[in-house]
């Protein structure tokens, strides 16, 4: 691989082959340079919207930010590690709700990771031979994902609404299942609310992946399995899954992520209370930090908060990779 | 044959696109035209107003003939946004780190003190109030909450409010009710009106900003104060009472829609008092504007102050309400501060503040100006006694926008917790004001 000419060298050549003395001027090498030309307003880009952002917000993590500072953020006064001794703080009612947040967030992924995971996987199933009325469900099925997440939202919060929702009307007044009518934006029942509403949002980008990964696999493997005398389920287990996992790794992964980091759910479902059951990281953060107008609680929190998705990509890659390995070998 | 880009050309096109990337990123800033004391006429003021009437669109409705007459007679154009109480504090809070924002905002007057202390505003001095019409043209009490005591402030009253509690006067005259004059008096007049579908009393339970109200104005009422100083004491026994006592109506009294406690807009409240759903309803005097849209005149309700528990606990006192209202503020950096005073003046102008105290029905905070709020002298008697007789200031600290956030964060949880059919304890209360407390900044 050529590498990148600058300022003087050794003799040079140029594109006519001939060796030249080595000269003061320095010569772009086009063929090299310009990929890297290309590619700079979009490390220019993320760096100014992503990094350095992180960066700031890191930083703000030892600073003790609060409103008299906002105009001038570098005449606040340091915090040094306080704002994440009392966010890691147990016993004390900052690190208390941080770790009851925290559960609730991992319970939260877990299963609404689980269930997406799932149903997407088993639609592909049964989606992947055609039959007549394919291609429109595979439509129907993608419309969550594609909705803008607002108005998605706001309709599950009008449904749930107790009194007027159209959820408590069928349940209670029109197929009398339960007597007295739920709350379903409130109290427990608010943790199932949310994961519902995000398993309905996710689980098409499953189901779209792994078609995607479906419709790559070779037949003639299925073609041996079942001369073998493999049936559906067997072929299911032992042939599909197994070939599907580089995809499968990749958006489990994804889906965990995403889901952990999921703002805009409970964010619309509840406004600006969000009940305790249904309080994951992103809101808790920002109802402590934006709210409050206290941003090195935030920051801190923020920087834990990534710290853990970092550490859990950490472990999950290697083992996910040392297993696809050992499937192929 | 086609030519191939030579590389002089090819080179230019590479950086081209790369500038025209950079560039389109950047934006220019306005440019700085600073009036030198000289006509504002021609200049463009941006305005942001809070959510007074009963939509942000009879808002816009209600104030673009008013700020026409603004330009015809300064010949500044003011550009207005209305925004809702939801995004009012975070959009502020944009504006004043960024320092990019509006040239003149709304603000909650309880606001006041802990946006002076962001220093993002403009400092009202001895000319600048001089420049708006003067200190003496406000109403003492309004004035009293625009900012820290011993600072300059950094706001003056635009619109002033207080609560009162709404009661219907068919449904109290049908079980021979006169209207509750003590706490006590509340909770059985509820009582007896709760049933067959309808309930005593209505709260926006899942409102912070209403629920942090109440804690203060039942807090006053028990002795409890929620500040001491820039310290908060949310945990002092009065608070916890006074807390107690609100969420009681729900859990214990049961004279409250569980379902109220989903209520996060003054509408809701509103609209079931004017449906007839309840019987009562505290709220700010421009409701008045909202039951007229939701078809209620106003003879068919009456307002009475807030009661207080009789006789009153050790260190209560009969409080009503806060002064409660909007403040206008002007930013400091803005490009225009002369135009934006003479807006000031112009809105907090006799006239203005007759033809918008009615339509929004808000007190005026001008003391020339007459109260037009309401046609019924009565009426108007009351919410002035109201505010002259039984009104303390929420707590005039820098920290002040926190507490509402914590406190009323704190306490929509416990109406929940009692919507849910679990009996909200003083122990209960008593957490959730510890956790609050923790959440603010250390002074």
Redesign the interface.
Known sequence: MSTFVVGTAPPEQDSAGTARPPGHRFRWNWRVATPYLLLAPAVLLELLIHIVPMLIGAWISFINLTQEYIQSWTSAPSAGLSNYKVALNFSGPVGKSLLHSFVITLVYTLVVVGFSWGIGLATAGVLQRPFRGRGVLRTLFLVPYAVPIFAGIIVWNFMLQRDNGMFNQLIVSDLHLVGTRPFWLLGNNAFFSTAIVAIWRSWPFAFLMIMAGMQNLPNDVYEASSIDGAGTWRQFFRVTLPMLRPVNTVLVLMLFLWTFNDFNTPFVLFNNSVPPSADLMSIHIYENSFQVWNFGYGAAMSVLMLLFLLLVTAIYLPIARRRSHSVSA | MRRRLT?PA??AT??A??AA??VS?CSSSGSKTTSAGGSIKGQTITYWASNQAPTVQDDVKDLTPQLQKFTSQTGVKVNLQVIDW?HL??KI?AA??S?EGPDVLNIGNTWAA??Q????FLPFTTSAFNAVGGKSKFVAGALATDGAPNQTPTSVPLYSLAYGLYYNKAMFAAKNLPPPTTWQQLVSDAKALTGHGVYGITLEA???TENVHFAFIFGQQHGGNLFNGDTATFTNPGVIAGVKQYIDLMDVDHVVN??D??Y?EGTSTLGDFAKGKVAMVMNQNNANATLSADGMKPSQYGVVPIPAPSPLPSAGKDIATFPAGINISIFKNSQHIAADEAFVKFMTSVPEQEVLGQELTTLPVNTAAKATWTTDTALAGTFKNILANQAAPLPLT?NE??ME??VG?AI??LF??A??GHVVTASDIKAAM??A?????AS
């Open positions: 590389t090819r080179f590479v950086v696109a790369a990337l950079a990123g939801a504090q975070t809070l004043v780190s320092g802990s946006l202390s962001t220093g993002a899942g409102s912070y569980p379902s406690a989903q996060t820098k926008a926190d956030t914590a964060n929509t949880p929940a917790q919507a849910t510890e956790q407390q923790a959440k603010m900044p």
